[in-house]
């Protein structure tokens, strides 16, 4: 390998780690492919150890290697592109693409590791955009299925708490993916590399701590004039630098100003006269040629450069730069077109090219850098309708990678500017799309205030393009709020217009609001049979994202009408589709509703898996938090668990302004199974009456059965909803409603019922609830059975007296008392007679229970909830 002054030299203590990755390389050929992390502090000598194991693996297998950049908003796909370029044409990139482009490359990359084994390596993962992270969570989950090695690298020491890439680390912990890290360098090694020069090795190792790179570059800046060590990286680099000649030093300026991998024509042109010192610098190696381009040997190299470069000659050669990639095919530069524009203070060149490297990174998916790409056209646009575009443009994207409150401003802002600048029109459509945005985030109320002032504003439009926008919106509200009637007649007019214009992805829209409005008016069949067809126009007109909304319409539907097999089914294809597209907040919105339904059939187990799964992710919205925390709170008070309130305040909390929905009825719930009969008895009664006005079959149904078992014995059954399962339980017989719930599948539920009937029934119902662990339901039967005068009532199961605060598992609260006892996941297993595999997979679902990311933390929150008594063991 080539040290830093271009010398060949020995790779130092890296023999074992290279054995790792060799032993890795073997299994994988063979089957399974595996995914391997490599990571390190900067300059530890990642990128050494990875080019001399692919030095070893090229001569018979394929390598593709991609490298991801340290740029202000990165390539979109970057190292995907640098793929592209090594398989020779197997692996086409698009300069842009529609929205399933992203989609059909991330699936092209995974055929071509499957077609042989093969070595991949995305390096240098902390500067990743987006669309990368995403490659690299959808291939990590896919690799399995190859005979591959993929390696993935970064440098761990810039993974602050909100970096993007824990997140995916996150994602892929259950993958089994080992970690290996190149160790610092012993001071015998130090020892080594500056035998023969005046350096103090011991004094170099105890300045550098034994860093490779930080080693090596003093070395070099040391070799013709023996001096003492630099205090830091860039007086290495720059004492090196400014031992080049000056041609060769207005080469590496141009270099580091290029970015970081400089085309050999771009360099050319940048240097003109001074091209012929390029041979100088690679040389002394302060540039290598990096396949079809020139780069620094380190990042660190070019930015110490990058930041010694006087402003007003790097301003200059940005100038330079800019004008280059705009004589070169410059859409397909957009991304660096922004950077150096911005640079070079050239404000036109960077409100053309930055929505245009926005719209480009938006179609790969990376909505952040999108989102960045933006957020510079808007910094130097003025206020008018320009800017007012620009707003609307970006508000997606700030939805996706920002957050609901910056996306719900920035359309406030774009309907203020409009308004000022006469259009109407274009005002209404962003407050019509700023009120959906408002569903997702639980704001109703501000939803459907921003839907009335756009409806204003077109009110003497009717039939305009921004009309149908409103009317379309309003619709799907209408159908959120429950208004059925009013929502299918609404998207009823919308959808004949688009079936006129044969616009698909309209008519799939109006569809799903239609749909499941059908569904909501108990007209089931018939709504499921629409949302099948908005189902096959979405796919048709490949709008994955809107294809992932229906398919969790079609799940939640049917969870709502107790089809509950048909439900889960629904659920776990669009899951899977959405797991497949990387569409995180729709597959969380779906797993959340999976949650719901696991509940009903009594897997409760599986239901608090699914829900924390919800709870513990950042991308989920609001309105999938507030479902799933209320599964959570259900399910602690049906078992009798503790966390009860926390949870169901919580998702109280958050639905602030909302009407009559499922967390009030499992408030009351949750009320009665205390024992506190009447007032669940008054909180049911309160929330009745709301719910029989606005006509929610399912809610009115629910409600009036818990007036009764509260005690009201009067209260009466709205006639809309009397053929509901729970107004069957509510009216009696009990054995109509016992029968009717086992019929779809819901033990709870059935047991309840029969709970209400003779000393058989009840006796029956005891047993069933004592299997299901229902213990606060045991207790009421027993003491209504004790008040009946029965006696001999056998003990049935044994509570655990021992609650599990996080809801875990017996077999999970084991593995976390002897990870805090300080086993490790061998020994775990052989304790409980588990494969450490298994081992791993409770692991992964006390993180996610725990909400925590490390064993430590995970050992931390057991003693701090209570779940384990003592003193924790000592790291």
């Not at 599986?606 to 709170?633: F, Q, Y």
Request: proline share 4%.
């Amino acid at each position: 390998m080539p040290d830093a002054g271009g010398r060949t030299m020995t790779l130092l203590e890296r023999d074992g780690l290279l054995a790792q990755l060799n032993a890795r390389w073997s299994q994988a050929r063979e089957g399974p492919g595996q995914l391997v992390f490599v990571e390190g502090e900067a300059g530890i000598g990642k990128t050494s150890v990875l080019r001399a194991f692919a030095a070893s693996v090229r001569t018979a297998s394929p390598l593709y290697w991609g490298s991801c950049e340290a740029m202000a908003t990165p390539r979109p796909l970057g190292a995907l592109d640098d793929i592209a370029m090594d398989s020779g044409g197997k692996l086409a990139i698009p300069s842009h693409g529609g929205s399933g482009e992203r989609h059909r490359l991330f699936v092209a990359f995974m055929d071509l590791l499957a077609v042989q084994p093969a070595l991949a390596v995305l390096e240098d993962l902390h500067w990743a955009d987006e669309a990368t992270l995403d490659l690299l969570r959808y291939a990590g989950r896919r690799i399995a299925r190859t005979r591959s090695l993929l390696i993935a690298s970064f440098r761990n020491d810039e993974l602050v708490p909100s970096h993007p890439l824990r997140a995916v680390l996150g994602d892929l912990a259950t993958a089994g993916a080992p970690h290996l890290a190149p160790q610092p360098l012993s001071l015998a090694a130090v020892r080594s590399l500056s035998a023969g020069t005046a350096i103090d090795a011991a004094a170099l190792h105890e300045q550098t701590a034994g860093n490779p790179f930080f080693v090596t570059e003093v070395i070099a800046a040391s070799a013709k004039a023996a001096r003492g060590v630099p205090a830091t990286v860039q007086d290495a680099v720059l004492a090196r630098a400014g031992r080049l000649s000056p041609s060769a030093r207005a080469v590496l300026d141009a270099a580091a100003v290029a970015g970081p991998r400089a085309e050999p024509w771009l360099l050319y042109e940048l240097t003109a006269a001074e091209s012929g010192s390029i041979d100088e610098c690679l040389a002394t190696g302060v540039l290598r040629a990096d396949g079809v381009s020139f780069a620094f040997r380190h990042e660190l190299a070019r930015q110490s450069v990058l930041q010694a470069i006087p402003p007003t000659r790097a301003i200059g050669l940005h100038r330079l730069v800019l004008q280059a990639l705009l004589a070169n095919d410059a859409a397909k530069f957009a991304a660096r077109l922004v950077l150096h524009a911005e640079a070079a203070g050239d404000l036109a060149a960077l409100r053309h090219w930055a929505p245009v490297a926005a719209r480009q990174a938006a179609s790969r998916g990376a909505h952040r850098q999108a989102a960045e790409h933006w957020a510079r056209a808007l910094a130097h646009c003025d206020p008018g309708a320009e800017r007012a575009a620009l707003l609307d443009a970006s508000a997606e994207d700030v939805h996706m990678s920002i957050g609901l409150d910056e996306s719900i401003a920035v359309r406030s802002e774009a309907a203020r500017l409009w308004c000022e600048h006469g259009r109407p029109d274009n005002a209404a459509v962003s407050l019509a799309r700023q009120s959906l945005i408002f569903l997702y985030a639980a704001r109703n109320p501000d939803a459907a205030a921003a839907l009335r002032a756009a409806r204003s504003l077109v009110a003497d439009q009717p039939g305009s393009r921004a009309a149908r926008v409103v009317q379309s919106c309003a619709a799907s509200l209408c159908q959120y709020e429950r208004e059925s009637e009013e929502a299918i007649a609404l998207a009823s007019a919308v959808l004949d217009q688009a079936e006129r214009e044969d616009d698909k992805a309209e008519m799939a829209m109006c569809l799903k609001t239609i749909g499941r409005s059908q569904i909501d008016l108990a007209r089931v069949d018939e709504g499921l049979a629409t949302l099948e067809r908005a189902l096959a126009l979405a796919q048709g007109a490949n709008e994955n994202r809107l294809a992932s909304q229906i398919f969790a319409s079609l799940g939640a539907g049917c969870v709502d009408a107790f089809r509950l097999a048909e439900a889960e089914t629904w659920l776990r294809k669009g899951i899977d589709f959405c797991t497949e597209r990387d569409l995180d907040a729709t597959r969380l919105w779906q797993t959340a509703w999976l949650a719901h339904a696991l509940l009903e059939q009594s897997r409760w187990d599986e239901a608090a898996s699914a829900a924390h799964a919800v709870t513990a992710a950042p991308k989920a919205t609001v309105i999938a938090r507030i479902k799933a925390l209320v599964v959570l709170g259900l399910l602690r008070a049906r078992r009798g668990d503790p966390g009860v309130w926390s949870a169901l305040d919580e998702a109280r909390d958050l639905a602030t302004g909302t009407g009559p929905d499922r967390f009030h009825v499992a408030r009351v719930e949750a009320t009665w199974l205390e024992g506190r009969d009447s007032d669940a008895a008054c909180e049911a009664a309160a929330h009745l009456s709301l719910a029989t006005a606005a006509r929610r079959i399912d809610l009115a149904a629910q409600l009036a059965l818990w007036c009764r078992l509260g005690g009201d014995e009067a209260t009466p059954i709205p006639d809309f909803c009397a053929k509901h399962s729970f107004a069957l339980e509510a009216a009696g017989p009990w054995q109509d409603a016992a029968e009717a719930w086992r019929a779809l599948g819901c033990p709870f539920e059935t047991a309840r019922a029969l709970a209400q009937g003779d000393e058989a029934a009840q006796r029956q119902a005891l047993a069933m609830l004592e299997v299901l662990g229902a213990w606060p339901l045991v207790e009421r039967v027993r003491q209504r059975l004790r008040a009946a005068g029965v006696r001999g009532l056998p003990r049935g199961m044994r509570r655990s007296t021992r609650q599990h605060p996080a809801s875990l598992t017996d077999t999970e609260l084991a593995v976390l008392e002897l990870l805090a006892a300080g086993l490790r996941n061998k020994e775990i297993a052989v304790r409980l007679h588990r494969s450490a595999r298994t081992v791993e997979h409770h692991l992964a679902a006390i993180f996610i229970k725990l909400h925590v990311a490390t064993r430590a933390e995970a050992v931390s929150a057991a003693y701090r909830l209570g779940i384990v008594s003592g003193k924790p063991a000592s790291a």
